[in-house]
């Protein structure tokens, strides 16, 4: 997957699905793409300055381990079980040494925990026999290991190497298929188009702000369109609740004055920590 600083100049003449999708309606030109799309990550860039991966972390193993265990839960419920985890099992050799029933209690919060588990005691092993106790920093090494795939390596590779990477979750994934961005519902093909219509030191950040903007306000079920900051941008513009009012109400996170998913966000974080596992939400 090649950088493409100049995705709208090579192919502006090829023709894309209408913005609208409406009948007749005139097709989006490939250059009209890349531009809209550009211009919504500029906005998005205004709405979050403070985009951030929402997993607490301080080293690349912590944030490895952590994304795995973030598949089917909300990074909150990682980052409240995680404290303990790490206190328990610091390296890649206390972990793959780990009590495997011990090991699953002190993940059982985030759910599918004896699969989790094994993953983990896997992927532990492998960085321990493979790697010398350290975190590979190249995609094709990371999804070598147990229980990771591009997703939890490019996560690994944008926030703990800085190696660009797309995070395509679900999130993201609904949201660029909403602004017409991409059809596609294959992640790995997700990610190859999307990756097309940016450079490629946007991609980590464009996938932080898309995820945000998903969490926040672009909900799968009742998106908050009258409180959306990018609506005039946005072909699915209606989708969800249009009133302002009622919209306000369905914000979440910093933007509807609720605590974070961190319970130790970064320093120009607008919102509240999260709460410790076990204490009043």
């Known amino acids: 997957m090649g950088e493409q600083e100049s995705a709208g100049s090579a192919e502006a003449a090829k023709p894309h699905k209408s913005v609208k999708g409406s009948k007749g309606a005139r097709p989006e030109s490939r250059l009209a793409l890349v531009r809209r799309a550009r211009r919504i990550n500029r906005e998005l860039a205004e709405v979050y300055p403070y985009a951030h991966p929402e997993l607490d972390f301080e080293s690349p193993f912590q944030l490895l381990v952590a994304t795995v265990l973030s598949a089917q839960t909300t990074d909150l419920r990682v980052n409240q079980t995680t404290p303990a985890l790490f206190a328990a099992y610091p390296t890649p050799e206390d972990m793959a040494a780990a ?134 941008l946005c072909p699915a513009y209606g989708e969800g609740e249009t009133d302002p009012d009622k919209a306000k109400k369905l914000l979440k996170y910093e933007m509807g004055g609720q605590p974070g998913q961190r319970l130790r966000p970064p320093s120009d974080y607008p919102g509240r920590p999260a709460a410790p596992l076990g204490a009043a939400e």
């Open 99 to 232: 009590d495997p029933e011990a090991l699953e209690q002190l993940i059982r919060p985030t759910g599918f925990f004896r699969a989790k588990a094994k993953s983990l005691l896997g992927l532990s092993a492998a960085l321990r026999d493979r790697f010398g106790g350290e975190v590979p920093g190249r995609l094709e090494d990371l999804v070598t290991l147990p229980g990771v795939g591009r997703k939890t390596a490019n996560v690994v590779l944008g926030n703990a190497f800085g190696v660009p990477g797309l995070t395509v979750d679900t999130h993201f994934g609904r949201l660029v298929r909403r602004w017409k961005w991409t059809a596609q519902e294959d992640p790995e093909k997700v990610e190859a188009e999307i990756a097309a219509l940016f450079p490629k030191s946007e991609w980590t950040m464009l996938s932080h702000r898309i995820i945000f903007h998903g969490r926040r306000v672009c909900h799968a079920r009742k998106p908050a369109c009258g409180a959306c900051l990018i609506a005039p």
